[in-house]
């Protein structure tokens, strides 16, 4: 019973025409090579273990997918890999968040510079409350971009599957686009600056379902280029479009723990920790 | 819990009774505010709109009632308005921003917090002493514009310091987020996301700010405005006097023709607020429709 649910998620993830994968650019970060990678990283807010101990790698132009049950530190841990915690006061780490040959928690990294190469798109679309040319060039404006920015904002509309529908109305207020055109344009608006990795925490769970399929095809055009990290608490959508996935679980004092890792199917189907197999199956969580 | 169907219908005419209560009691409370501006206006306006006039504006003032005018007042607080929001709106907006943005939240920010919010209630003549104390005596600025305004300036930064703070809090830390998350330092952040997305906010803020600045009468006499002048100001460093002070002075007086020019006064002092307060608002939902599309 449990098995045949198992294969059934599993079996929700489309097969990716090997065509599209020999599309490959040059710039783009080798494939299945490791990208970005935290080190046995502890997170603390205050008092407060957020994390423990926990260790995962990002692979290039693959999706890995984190999962957990509400408040197993799955958006604490994505949001290391660009110091976005940095914002929040008592925050601390131990352990280490490797990315291009260095810890990006040493002393002398700014943040900034690791935003500016790692992409974030945020669980409820946060547009900027200006033009969709103006949400899109931001990035590449307050990074000094040399070059046309209206031809960066086309190829990044064009990344995101979202040109055609506003290309007629890049002037207008971002404001007035729908949910999941809204959320395609914080996808280009992250793709604007050419990051190596994009973050996901969670981007569609305030979407419809035929915006979040838009946006899982998006993910798997996108990793010709890129490598992309997204944080789900749907186990469907983690089957669907991740290659690799990491699930997390809270530990008795409410530190968030990686318990698995691994290659999707095999996270799916055969999974090594009895805790992962309950919470696939919707047993908990 | 039971309740039987006659009891409920009892309950709800009671309850509903009670709601229209309520209704008249708050359109009673409207009305009152209304009708005491109303009868201020009717009252102002009879009395003081025949003296209302091109020459009455124009000129200075005058032992002659009838040739006694405005101008030196009128340009004296336009100077006063001009200054006093040239020290009073950087200062405080720099103010309100260090605070929200950068300001770690500690003890010390907690005290300066709790401080500016007392600040807002300190009367306005003990401004007057410390501008006096402080601009005319202590840095000799003298009895002129300059230490008015500062004084003014000081007088009313309080109130833009804590109306723009909860301006930039209105801002959700998402737009911070996603500013951030596309490699923007916390300058460009501030700079270019939060500070537009809240300035319609500042704005209502500075504009309440500048109408209290614009009324006071009690730390213009403390700092020495004069009572009778017969020139318009030519700079920062000269002597002035303003409309509420012109107004008082006319009022004092034992002459009725006297009285009708501090009715006319007033007429103008509120076309003045009016004529600002308006402004700041067209310019406040420009802003607005901008940022909504």
């Known amino acids: ?285 | 819990m039971t309740v039987t169907q006659a009891g409920f219908r009892r309950r709800l005419l009671a309850r509903k009774a009670t709601a229209v209560g309520f209704v008249i009691l708050a359109i009673a409370a409207t009305g009152v505010g209304i009708a005491a501006l109303a009868v201020l206006m009717v009252d102002l306006t009879r009395e003081g709109i025949g003296r209302v006039s091109w020459d009455f504006i124009n000129a200075f003032p005058s032992r002659k009632p009838e040739e006694a005018g405005i101008k030196a007042a009128l340009w004296g607080t336009i100077w006063m308005m001009g200054l006093t929001a040239a020290f009073a709106i950087p200062i405080g907006v720099g103010a309100a921003i260090y605070l929200e943005e950068y300001a770690p939240k500690n003890w010390l920010t907690r005290v300066i917090q709790t401080n500016i919010a007392n600040l807002a209630g300190v009367p306005s003549i003990v401004y007057g002493i410390l501008g006096l104390t402080l601009f005319v005596r202590a840095m000799e600025l003298g009895r002129s514009l300059l230490a008015g305004s500062l004084t003014m300036a000081l007088l009313v930064l309080p109130i833009v310091i804590i109306a723009s703070q909860e301006a930039l809090r209105a801002v959700p830390g998402s737009i911070r987020e996603a500013a951030f998350a596309v490699g923007a330092s916390r300058w460009q952040v501030v700079s270019r996301q939060v500070v537009p997305a809240a300035l319609p906010g500042m704005l209502t803020g500075i504009i309440l700010a500048l109408s209290r600045a614009i009324g006071e009468t009690a730390p213009m006499i403390m700092i020495g405005a004069l009572l009778f002048v017969p020139f318009t100001p030519d700079g920062p460093l000269d002597r002035f006097t303003v409309l509420p002070i012109q107004i008082f002075n006319w009022a004092a007086r034992p002459q009725d023709e006297f009285r009708v020019n501090a009715a006319a006064g007033i007429i103008v002092l509120l076309a003045v607020l009016l004529t600002m307060n308006a402004a700041a608002i067209i310019l406040r939902n420009r802003l607005q429709a901008r940022s909504r599309g």
């Open chain 1, 1 to 285: 019973m449990i098995r045949e649910r198992l294969q059934e998620i599993a079996n929700e993830r489309p097969v990716v025409a090997p065509a599209q994968r020999d599309a490959e650019p040059m710039s783009a970060p080798a494939a299945a090579e490791t990208v970005a990678e935290a080190r046995h990283l502890s997170v603390w807010y205050g008092d407060f273990q957020a994390l423990r101990d926990v260790s995962l790698s990002v692979l290039g132009r693959r999706i890995t997918a984190i999962i957990g049950p509400s408040g197993c530190g799955k958006s604490t841990l994505i949001r290391c890999f660009n110091r976005m915690n940095d914002l929040i006061p008592g925050f601390r780490t131990d352990g280490e968040v490797q990315f291009e040959g260095r810890n990006i928690y040493a002393r002398g990294v700014d943040p900034v510079e690791v935003r500016r190469r790692i992409g974030m798109v945020f669980q409820k679309p946060n547009p900027f409350p200006k033009s969709i040319s103006e949400n899109v060039a931001f990035g590449a404006r307050v990074n000094g971009y040399v070059g046309r920015l209206d031809e960066i904002v086309e190829r990044a509309l064009r990344q995101a599957a979202l040109w055609d529908e506003v290309k007629d109305k890049l002037h207008k207020n971002a404001l007035t686009l729908s949910g999941g055109q809204q959320q395609r344009l914080c996808i280009a608006r992250a793709l604007a600056i050419e990051p190596e990795v994009i973050l996901m925490d969670e981007p569609c769970s305030a979407l419809d379902p035929v915006a979040t399929l838009k946006i899982e095809d998006l993910m798997r055009d996108l990793i010709r280029s890129y490598a992309i990290v997204i944080v789900t608490h749907n186990m469907q959508q983690a089957a669907r479009v991740a290659d690799y996935s990491a699930v997390m679980m809270m530990a008795p004092d409410r530190a968030g723990e990686m318990i698995e890792c691994g290659l999707t199917r095999e996270v799916f189907t055969n999974p090594t920790d009895k805790r992962t197999e309950d919470y696939i199956t919707g047993r908990f969580g």
